[in-house]
């Protein structure tokens, strides 16, 4: 039975520019949660997404946006990146339909130079 | 909002000591509480987990109790050894219609050295 997975592992870029980065829950799984974990802090809640809509949000800009596929894979989008936005991003995923365990994945670190 | 607040590190133990991290939650209702471990290079691994109070999670030699009165979750574990190194966050569940978020603590790195 496979994790969560993520991609990319770690990805470079510059300000100003825009990223996407995905996951893949584990199998069963329909629910995914977007954290961003800056160095040295815990994550943050950035949204969460339910049948393909944004369920919950986080205090995040509208730069950041996602989608969930019908397989119940998601992806997170950050646009007109600034330094800050370098962090380790986290999916995690949960079977919905009660207070279920949140399964991380090993999460996308982001540069932004 | 709902907040957690745990011990501020670096904690650095010999193997075999005693070990408490400490954490406390500010919240509305009553959430339930998680540690979770987070090894170098790695994403979070639930450690254990405590849904009402007075409830006890174990695992892996690690305890916590869910301590209503004092709001408080503390990390305990008798014996640690070097394998234990790692960050530690104290994590507690904010729900609303129906979706779950988690919101942690800043973490607390432990070394353990042989």
């Known amino acids: 039975d496979a994790g969560v997975t993520q991609s990319p592992t770690h990805l470079i870029k510059t300000r100003g520019q825009q990223v996407t980065l995905r996951c893949s829950p584990k199998?069963?799984?329909?629910?995914v949660s977007w954290y961003q974990q800056a160095l040295g802090q815990g994550p943050q809640f950035i949204f969460q997404y339910y049948e393909e809509e944004e369920r919950q949000r986080g205090n995040f800009p509208d730069r950041f946006s996602g989608h969930q596929f019908p397989n119940y894979s998601s992806e997170l989008n950050v646009n007109a990146l600034l330094l800050g936005d370098s962090a380790l991003y986290l999916c995690?995923?949960?079977?919905?339909?009660?207070?279920?365990?949140?399964?991380f994945g090993p999460g996308t670190r982001l540069l932004v130079l | 909002g709902d907040s957690v607040t745990q011990m501020e590190g670096p904690v650095t133990l010999s193997e075999e000591a005693f070990l408490t991290i400490n954490c406390t939650y500010t919240a509305t209702g009553y959430p339930s509480l998680f540690w979770y471990v987070q090894y170098p290079g790695e994403g979070l691994q639930l450690l254990l987990k405590?849904?009402?109070?007075?409830d006890k999670g174990s695992n892996k030699g690690f305890e916590a109790t869910y301590r209503k009165e004092t709001t408080s979750f503390h990390l305990e574990k008798g014996s640690v050894q070097v394998s234990d190194s790692a960050v530690y966050f104290c994590a507690l569940s904010d729900v609303q219609g129906g979706s779950e978020k988690l919101v942690f603590g800043k973490g607390t790195k432990l070394t353990v050295n042989p």
């Open positions: 995690a995923s949960i079977l919905s339909g009660g207070q279920e365990t949140q399964y």
């Open positions: 405590a849904t009402k109070a007075d």
């Open positions: 199998s069963g799984h329909d629910t």
